[in-house]
């Protein structure tokens, strides 16, 4: 679309504001991909205006100008342009979605605590007002990732969640690799409110089962949706827990507050009614996968 804006008015647009003399004279938006550009006010009538403000986010405030880094990478990401400069060295990247619940007051000092957070200074892009995306060296672990959440809400009282992307290691796959985290990481938000950090690893499985014909899961998983449905409410969440922590007896019930007993009695019972144990990878991996369908039915 932004496209057939430039053959439209020409040198009337701008994409860079470092580049502007004066930008108080443009009118200045926002893509879908979150690009800021800006329009000469002269070259675009009222009528003209009202128009493009029903396809682009106006922008009230001028748009911050990005780095050349921060630039190549919202190029390279957001827009598909596969620049090979940023991979030129052989190490791969990893990406840190942030979507925030609310627009920050304070968005340099968000910028300065996500500074001062990691050894070596991210790449920080805004795709829109709550939408944050960092491109880091070293892939942050889960404690990592339950610390900046604290950061923010204690400097910022920001109610966030975190999306933890897989390794990112050339320009020809990074569009297509950071377009199926943005959509994992929407689906995990809408299926699986209740946490706030996800891992790659663990919700490509709901991205994958969206692939699969409503009829077929309920054909496949009819049974146990059933016994899910009917069954004790404490078999789901000490099936979920089970899971969580890599089907080890111990740290589940650790994490449920019962003797391990408890979860094996559990355990036993789900079988008896399902034919199925869940301490077997295989049986194991069929009924994860139903628990999933489960919820995003």
Known sequence: MLDAIKALYGSAV?????????????????????????????AVSEKEYRLLTLTFQPLTTLPKSLTDE????????????KNHEVFSDGTSRYLLHIQ?????????????????????TPVI????????????????????????????????????????????NGADSAHALYTLEEKAFALARKVLPEKRIYVFEKVLPLVMLTEVPKEIMETAYGSLFQVLKDGDPEWVKSLSTFFEHGLNMKQAAKALFIHRNSLQYRLDKFTERTGLDPRQFDEALFIYLGLLAEKLL
């Open 100 to 120: 925030l619940k609310s627009t920050l007051s304070d968005p340099d000092a968000f910028r300065e605590a996500i500074q001062a957070l990691f050894d070596q």
């Open 70 to 81: 921060e630039r190549i990478w919202h190029e390279c990401l957001f827009l598909g342009k």
């Open 125 to 168: 892009l805004w795709k829109n007002e709550e939408t944050v995306i960092l491109v880091l060296l070293n892939r942050p672990d889960a404690i990592l990732a339950e610390e900046f959440i604290q950061i923010l809400a204690t400097d910022f009282y920001a109610d966030v969640r975190l999306f933890i992307g897989t390794a990112l």
């Open 14 to 42: 701008a994409e860079d504001l470092n580049s502007i003399i004066d930008p108080e004279s443009y009118h200045w938006f926002k893509t879908e991909s979150g690009m800021p550009f800006g329009l000469k006010k002269a």
